[in-house]
């Protein structure tokens, strides 16, 4: 099994920052891509940020220029720098992570932005 355990939520005003981890242990073999996705209360969850093993990077439109993910291999860890947030990046955020075809995910971090 595969264990995930995320921190770095909180309360955070508009324009704040925030850096959210993610450590993966347990049967780890070759981690292909690491990422993030997010649910907002009454909304469908979608994929915020991810990498490749091989540093390939994608984000959603909303937070491109804001957020910025990256991971270190040898810790088995992806973190997602989060700046200028806004309002509407309250959710609660899942790491998860891929090993051929399986997926495994984190509990889930709060993020609320609000003054």
């Known amino acids: 099994q595969v264990q995930l355990v995320e921190s770095g939520g909180g309360l955070v005003q508009p324009g704040g920052s925030l850096r959210l981890s993610c450590a993966a242990s347990g049967s780890i073999g070759s981690i292909y891509d690491m990422g993030w996705y997010r649910q907002a209360p009454g909304k469908q969850r979608e994929m915020v940020a991810h990498?490749?093993?091989?540093?390939?990077?994608g984000y959603v439109d909303s937070v491109k220029g804001r957020f910025t993910i990256s991971r270190d291999n040898a810790k088995n860890t992806v973190y997602l720098q989060m700046n200028s947030l806004k309002p509407e990046d309250t959710a609660v955020y899942f790491c998860?992570?891929?090993?051929?075809?399986?997926?495994?995910w984190g509990q889930g971090t709060q993020v609320t932005v609000s003054s």
């Open positions: 990498e490749t093993r091989g540093g390939s990077r």
């Open positions: 998860y992570v891929t090993l051929g075809i399986q997926w495994y």
